[in-house]
């Protein structure tokens, strides 16, 4: 009953700035955990960053802590994922999600009920 999409990616050079939205429709957005995650060729999804759906906390994986900032627009029913100093490890597809508010983990995959395309980040050298 989510429906999710990504837009904003694309090809950045290292050190640069790139900001991330999902548009999120079908429920109300504010009663949703959100969160980003991420997948590189070859590997595992792996967790990003998220926002709660009460009280705006946040969690980030420890790589993008004090580089990503992730944030919620309810009004607008968006999520943004401002990425800054980025590095070529960030290159990958990165996907945004919506956690109904069960009180599970918010940075495991498959705690995430709703998922969107994903949008690509490339960050060259």
């Known amino acids: 009953q989510v429906q999710l999409v990504e837009s904003g990616g694309g090809l950045a050079q290292a050190g640069g700035s790139l900001r991330l939205s999902c548009a999120a429709s079908g429920r109300t957005f504010s009663r949703y955990a959100m969160g980003w995650f991420r997948q590189a060729p070859g590997k595992e999804r792996e967790f990003v960053a998220s926002v709660a759906w009460i009280g705006g906390t946040t969690y980030y994986e420890d790589s993008v802590k004090g580089r990503f900032t992730i944030s919620r627009d309810n009004a607008k029913n968006t999520l943004y994922l401002q990425m800054n100093s980025l590095k070529p490890e960030d290159t990958a597809v990165y996907y945004c999600?919506?956690?109904?508010?069960?009180?599970?983990?918010?940075?495991?995959?498959?705690?995430?009920?709703?998922w969107g395309q994903g949008t690509q980040v490339t960050v060259s050298s």
């Open positions: 999600a919506a956690k109904i508010p069960n009180g599970g983990s918010y940075y495991r995959t498959d705690e995430y009920d709703y």
